[in-house]
């Protein structure tokens, strides 16, 4: 249950995830509950396939990355660096989209229609952002 959080931490996690892989040959398990959103969409979804499950209410968003621009006067130097970023912004965009790709095992094109809307547990498993949905009844 996630609003998102920042591209560095996300990054951090993706490394994080794939090391623990490497070192320790365990699979990560993630569960997706209540609001899943943003980049808390991609933790979900880089589970090991198989792992990743969400309860029947959760609801997820994708949507690309988010970027703050103060306002600063068109100075050439300014310019040139907010050039500088709106390149690494695109780049690393891209590589999330790519990560998402294969996490879920559908095009970047498909999943990007989904973007910037909120999509139930079930759309998320046809998606392949999740593998199951969890489905329990009380206890009697």
């Known amino acids: 249950n996630s609003p998102g959080g920042d591209i560095p931490e996300l990054v951090t996690l993706k490394d ?18 209540g609001w899943v ?8 979804a880089w589970g090991d396939k198989g792992y990743r499950t969400a309860y029947p209410s959760t609801r997820f968003l994708m949507h690309d990355i988010q970027w703050k621009s103060d306002k600063h ?36 094109w498909k999943l990007r229609k989904y973007y910037d809307q909120h999509i139930s547990a079930h759309k998320a498993l046809e998606l392949g952002i999740i593998d199951r949905i969890e489905l329990w009844s009380p206890k009697r």
């Open 37 to 44: 959103s943003s980049a808390a969409c991609d933790v979900v």
């Open 73 to 108: 006067p068109a100075q050439y130097d300014s310019i040139l660096k907010r050039a500088k970023e709106v390149a690494d912004v695109l780049r690393l965009n891209r590589q999330l989209e790519k990560w998402m790709s294969e996490a879920t095992g559908k095009p970047w």
């Open 16 to 33: 994080t995830f794939d090391r623990i892989r490497a070192t320790y040959g365990v699979k990560i398990r993630t569960i997706g509950v």
